[in-house]
C-alpha cells in the first residue's frame, strides 16, 4: 500500500473514535481531548502534504470546524458537569 494513503488513516480513526466518544459513550471529556488528537493529525496531514500538492490547503476550512466543535464541546462538558 502506498504510504501517503496510509497519512490519510489518523484523522479518519480519530473522527471514527470522537463519534463512539460523544455519541456512544456520553463521554465529552475523553471526546474533548480526542479533538485535539484530531486537531493535531489535520496539522500533521497538511504539513505533509502542502509541499507536494497544494491541494492540501483545503483542509484548513475543516481544521477551522474542528476548532469550532472543540469549543462547543468544551462548552457543553462544562455546563453538564456535576458539581464535585
Do not use: Q
Not at 469550532?68 to 453538564?80: I, K, R, Y
Request: aromatic share 10%.
Amino acid at each position: 500500500m502506498d504510504t501517503t494513503r496510509l497519512l490519510g488513516l489518523p484523522p479518519f480513526v480519530a473522527v471514527c473514535a470522537l463519534a463512539a466518544l460523544s455519541f456512544g459513550m456520553h463521554r465529552m471529556d475523553l471526546a474533548l481531548g480526542e479533538l485535539g488528537l484530531l486537531w493535531l493529525a489535520i496539522v500533521a496531514t497538511i504539513a505533509v502534504f502542502a509541499p507536494a500538492c497544494a491541494n492540501a490547503a483545503w483542509l484548513a476550512p475543516y481544521l477551522a470546524w474542528v476548532t469550532f466543535a472543540g469549543a462547543l464541546n468544551d462548552a457543553v462538558w462544562h455546563m453538564n458537569r456535576r458539581p464535585a
